[in-house]
């Protein structure tokens, strides 16, 4: 146990799925995230103060709120002599498809865990964290916490015991990101998904998704672009997001290697070099300028990072 009172924590954004890598791969998008500061009580169980920032009429019952939930799986596990205070500044907006249950879901865990001295490895705190997640979404998927938690472009493998990989991202790659102010809600996101794949869909998506992480272990950018297209549930969810096929073929003219949807969406997102990165966030940005609709904007890179203590006292 350490002598600190509180603990704050900042978790990245992310962007799920990467197109080929549904529920499995994801990149953290350190341009934003949330920030959770976690303190020490007397009184046992877990209690959240208030919700603040771009998103503040979210649950502070922490059973129904994803840092709450995650926050309850640590400390259930820990049984610490004290109870634990949270405090949740949200910096992602809510149904942007960034990642921001997962971001503040990872927050909490971080900051626990280093108010109570360190007693899980992040091996562990994922499988926290990923109860969180469930709150938000109704299902236990890893592709926006893991990268939030560790860093970089993550594949996950598998789910009660979960084993993360960071992948490397070839040199000078780029992240565009583009983010309508619209609200999109994952759970129907999900929930409009069919649950079969037919044969010749299984075989394409899953020659995409290895040629994907091969192309990004040998720096084959052309087999990135060859591989970067999501067959089974990007044609299914385009449909939530007017003008995206249009959007899409405007980046790949630009030169993307690849632009898909972030997440269940409305943000979208291409990978780009960074030579081509600003013509890419000029095709992607047009029809919102066009039809008028608000939106955000980063050019990232995807170096490891991950989330992090910040201040502690
Ligand atoms: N993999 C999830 C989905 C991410 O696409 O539904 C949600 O943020």
Redesign the pocket.
Known sequence: MSALRWVRAFAPASV??VAIG??IL?FAVEALGDTVTVTRVEQPGVRICAVRGVAGDLPTDPKANTAGRALLALYEALEPDCGLEMLIDKGIPLGS?L?G??ASAVGAVVAANALLGEPYDRARLLTFAMQGEAVA?G?L?V??ISPSLFGGLVLTVGIDQPRVKQLPVPEGVRAVIVHPHRFLA?RE??AM?RREVTLSDFVWQTANLAGFISGCYTNDLEMIRASFEDVV?EPQ?QALIPGFAAVRSAAMAAGALGCS????GPSLFAWALATQAPAVLAAMRAPFIRDGTAFDEWVVDMHPRGARVVASG
């Open positions: 799920g799925n549904f529920d994801g498809g990642g249950s997962a979404s299902s998927h592709d926006n994952t996101a999900r998904l549930i969810r949807i972030s997440g269940a």
